[in-house]
């Protein structure tokens, strides 16, 4: 999972002689996309939104049925006022009496289920490693290594000089941001005091003029701050958000497993273990409103798919999710119904990828259909591991698996999310997932970016096709939306991670698979055209 920073903010830091490497942390927004972009169409309102109201009105008459989407996440707010009406509940499950009803195995699964306790943080997956080889190896040089034991020690090598270079990269932003805090806050302070007030904004630091070298100074920075979005309390986040790396995430000596989870970790095939406690988690919160928010009800926000239900699957900390925890999550949804899973999270290393592997092969057999996250870290994964994948360790793929990357909302050198995972051969589609406004806990809203949230985006889409036209399956629906896709051909698009002021170019068909953007009104006037097929 990633801190968010505005992007441009971070980019005033080095006005003021701080260096910051942006790495897999610094995710874009955008301030100037209008509320709900993310549902426009191309032609009416001239951004690459996927035209949901135009799809709704095509569909008009037509029944639908319910669909059950499962969000693998960090919990979600079941009661929030915009989503408590499209949470699922396990009928055969009587709530709070303590009894399995319905003997799949856990006990009052009224909403979902939490695999990973009440845990918040967690270590990431090559901090485990690490702390597991380490114990094998520790200072050893290669001298002292044997010869059946030397490919793993290669292996530690790898994990170690991965887990040094994210702290030394956590710590140099630690330090760069605090560093920028606390200047603020000293030239905030002394401007109040200069001009008597308990009010600044960019009108009136930009008003100041003083010879005095310590006001003037103080006038610039605070004026950069303002001019770039600055936000104290976000900063604040960001600060403490880094702290929580250094001091839990990349820390080899924290796992807090053993204590709030009591399963047998050693058994990655082991379950039926954690509790029913699913609400709680922004992340899944804003996931599963981009799915589900209740559609043209007054309040808040819409969702995609009008006729869905979100079944909460907690296994996702702050922290990377482990791999026995996404196997079990995939088999609940599964056991229980979904006919989509979202999987809006994601990682480099996978120890336990058998265990997952089997878990994607049964989903896949059973015609459920998967939707992924591509990843933040704007890399492409043809060559750079992120799992989980849809190519299993026998190198066979999941034939009901989506990757989705991030679009934006703006034109060519806007138009591809700067954070986004892309790959010719492993990413089948885009979708929109920069300033996406979703649910967030205790019923509030926020403007959202990630490919997280480009990946519900799909699966709300998916399960539009799935609700009205229940006569198609999995592997239907996701042909549906790969062919039905907005094909952008021969244009040139910025490519992820490059500067803003000058994008390095790149056309948008080798980004992808399909080389376009999922789009829910071409994506119905083709599920419409194969029914009429169907009835001749």
């Known amino acids: 999972m990633n801190n968010n920073l505005i992007k441009s903010f971070l980019a005033s830091l080095f006005c003021f002689g701080i260096s910051l490497s942006y790495g897999q942390d610094i995710i874009e927004e955008n301030k100037n996309a209008p509320e709900g972009w993310h549902h426009y169409d191309r032609v009416k309102d001239l951004y690459n939104g996927v035209s949901t109201e135009q799809a709704y009105t095509l569909l008009n008459g037509r029944k639908s049925r319910t669909v059950i989407v499962a969000v693998i996440d960090s919990g979600v707010d079941v009661d929030h006022e915009d989503l408590r009406d499209y949470v699922w509940v396990n009928e055969d499950e009587i709530a709070g009496n303590g009894i399995d009803d319905d003997k799949n195995g856990y006990v009052d699964d009224i909403n979902g289920w939490n695999f990973i306790g009440d845990t918040d943080a967690d270590t990431y ?20 290594i044997s010869k059946d034991e030397k490919e793993d020690y290669v292996y530690y090598l790898k994990l170690k000089k991965d887990l040094e270079w994210q702290i030394s990269e956590n710590k140099q932003q630690y330090e760069m941001i605090n560093q920028f805090y606390t200047m603020f806050q000293k030239a905030d302070k002394l401007i109040k005091a200069y001009l008597d007030t308990d009010e600044l904004d960019l009108n009136i ?17 605070l004026k950069y701050a303002f001019e770039n979005n600055f936000d104290e309390e976000e900063i604040t986040e960001y600060i403490s958000n880094l702290n929580n790396l250094l001091e839990y995430g990349y820390n080899p000596q924290y796992d807090p497993r053993p204590t709030l989870v009591g399963d047998n970790y050693s058994d990655p095939f082991e379950k039926y273990y ?121 190198n066979k793929e999941a034939k009901n698996w989506l990757e989705v990357g991030a679009s934006s909302w703006g034109k060519e050198d806007n138009f591809v999310a700067n954070f986004s995972n892309y790959g010719k051969k492993t990413v089948d589609i885009f979708a929109p997932g920069v300033a996406i406004y979703a649910t967030s806990p205790d019923d509030e809203y926020d403007s959202v970016d990630g490919t997280s949230f480009a990946s519900p985006v799909t699966a709300g889409v998916a399960a539009l096709i799935m609700s009205y036209y229940p006569e198609f399956s999995a592997n239907q629906v996701k042909d549906i939306l790969l062919k039905s896709s907005v094909k952008f051909e021969n244009m040139m698009v910025n490519k992820p991670d490059s500067f803003e002021d000058e994008p390095a170019m790149v056309e948008f068909s080798e980004l992808s698979r399909t080389g376009g953007i999922i789009n829910a009104l071409e994506a119905v006037k083709m599920a419409e055209s194969m029914m009429v097929k169907k009835s001749k």
């Open 205 to 221: 630091v930009s008003r100041i003029e003083s010879p005095d070298q310590k006001i003037s100074g103080s006038r610039d920075l």
């Open 125 to 144: 997956e090559v901090t485990r490693l690490y702390a597991q080889y380490f114990k094998r190896f520790g200072d050893k040089s290669e001298a002292d």
């Open 274 to 394: 954690g509790d029913n406690k699913v609400k709680g988690g922004s992340h899944g919160t804003q996931v599963a409103g981009v799915i589900a928010a209740g559609r043209n009800n007054g309040i808040g926000m819409n969702g995609i798919a009008d006729n869905v239900r979100i079944m909460a699957i907690k296994a996702v900390p702050d922290g990377d999710e482990r791999d026995k925890d996404v196997a079990n999550a995939i088999i609940y949804a599964v056991d229980n119904g979904a006919h989509i899973i979202n999987m809006s999270f994601g990682k480099s290393y996978s120890p336990e990828k058998e265990a997952v592997d089997k878990a994607i092969q049964y989903a896949d057999s059973k015609g459920v259909l998967m939707v992924h996250a591509s990843g933040n870290d704007h890399n492409d994964i043809d060559e750079k591991d992120n799992f989980p994948s849809r190519t299993y360790l026998k």
